[in-house]
């Protein structure tokens, strides 16, 4: 049977990375034995300024009937701010309760890091962001809107089932990922007690007492049945602090919508930038979405200059998603050899490389 992928390439900069995810995907399906059928919808600034329409419905509901969906990027310079993201991106993470954000903050060989003296061995962690509640959630509104008097209220939505189901993901995520034997930082007393992981809660429970109340508390509750997994919390401030100064300290972190958006653009900038950090939008028991972080940069649209190792990441996850999990790993690996022995850098226009060069590059070394 063949995977119905459905391909939003978005605005800006999102088809050029795109049709490098597509090659890869073209060629390792070839290689790995699986066939896929794809669904492209032009979905985006240019769309919205033409029709009207940021995501007609009907579409919606052909997104609901696909094994995954591919994105771009959303953001026009002409089209004001909250229309493509609330409207589409975040449209599809809430209507398809992906409720996970998966973003990995992984540092490849040969990438550079702007911390100093910190290596791939110390920068390897992954944050579970829930993905559809708090601050994102939509509620709120404002009274007297444009007076003096002005008041704008927006609200943190916290449900018991949503933050659970958060929290269950991200200790089943960590159980998973050390399946193979426990993460090597654990501490001689930990491995003696069993553990093989550790999950770090990341809140503000010194001010923000009723929503991340509620995280730390079904946080302890649901920990009960992982045995296996320590656990730990910090607060969102010495977190950005701790993700620089010592990254090595983190496995996984599990966190709100908002904290987790902001953190997740420091483990980005950590790994070496938006051109090599993805993301995926993870509905377990329905279609997930999966993203380069990096946003629609109209300013090197057309360009050929960025680079698409983000855009293949994202692919990657999306197979492993799938359950190709072979062609995952093969595109992994093409991935790291590449950033290890080719680029120059991952900046754009400054790889060494056109964006399109690298794609190739990637192609080649899934045969390596
Ligand atoms: C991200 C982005 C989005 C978010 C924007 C574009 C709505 O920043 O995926 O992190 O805030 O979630
Ligand atoms: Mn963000």
């Known amino acids: 049977m063949a995977y119905k992928i459905a391909v939003i390439p978005g605005d800006g900069t999102g088809p050029e990375v795109v049709r490098e995810g597509l090659k890869v995907l073209e060629a390792v399906a070839k290689l790995e034995g699986f066939e896929y059928e794809l669904i492209e919808y032009p979905l985006g600034g240019d769309y919205y300024l033409k029709t009207g329409e940021v995501l007609p419905d009907k579409v919606l509901d052909e997104l609901r009937q696909v094994d995954a969906i591919y994105l771009g990027a959303v953001g026009h310079p002409d089209v004001p701010p909250g229309i493509l993201e609330r409207g589409l991106l975040l449209r599809i993470r809430f209507e398809l309760d992906q409720y996970i954000n998966l973003r990995p903050v992984k540092l490849y060989p040969g990438v550079e890091t702007p911390l100093k003296d910190k290596g791939p061995e110390d920068i390897d962690f992954v944050v579970v962001r829930e993905n559809t509640e708090d601050l994102y959630a939509g509620t709120g509104g404002t009274l007297r809107e444009g007076t003096p008097d002005e008041v704008a209220i927006q609200t943190s939505v916290n449900t018991r089932k949503g933050v659970e189901r958060c929290l269950r993901w991200a200790f089943e995520y960590c159980r998973k990922r050390h399946a193979n034997g426990p993460w090597p930082r654990l501490s001689e007393e930990e491995k003696a007690a069993g553990k093989i992981g550790r999950l770090t809660l990341v809140g503000k429970t010194n001010v923000l007492t009723y929503a991340s109340g509620l995280w730390y508390r079904v946080f302890q509750e649901v920990a009960a049945d992982y045995p296996d997994i320590a656990t730990d919390y910090n607060h969102v401030d010495a977190c950005c602090m701790w993700m620089v100064k010592n990254p090595e300290w983190y496995d996984v972190i599990v966190t709100s919508n908002m904290f987790g958006d902001i953190i997740t653009d420091l483990g980005a900038i950590i790994q070496g930038g938006l051109g090599v950090a993805a993301g995926a939008n993870i509905n377990p ?60 850098s991952m900046a754009a226009g400054r790889m060494g490389y056109s964006t399109s060069e690298v794609g190739d590059l990637v192609v080649a070394a899934l045969s390596e």
């Open 285 to 344: 028991e329905g279609v997930s979405m999966f993203e380069p972080m990096g946003g629609s940069a109209p300013k090197y649209t057309g360009k050929g200059v960025i680079n698409p190792i983000a855009a293949i990441a994202a692919l990657s996850m999306l197979l492993e998603q799938i359950g190709e999990v072979a062609a995952a790993r093969r595109v992994e690996r093409a991935i790291q050899s590449v950033t290890g022995t080719k680029l120059k």
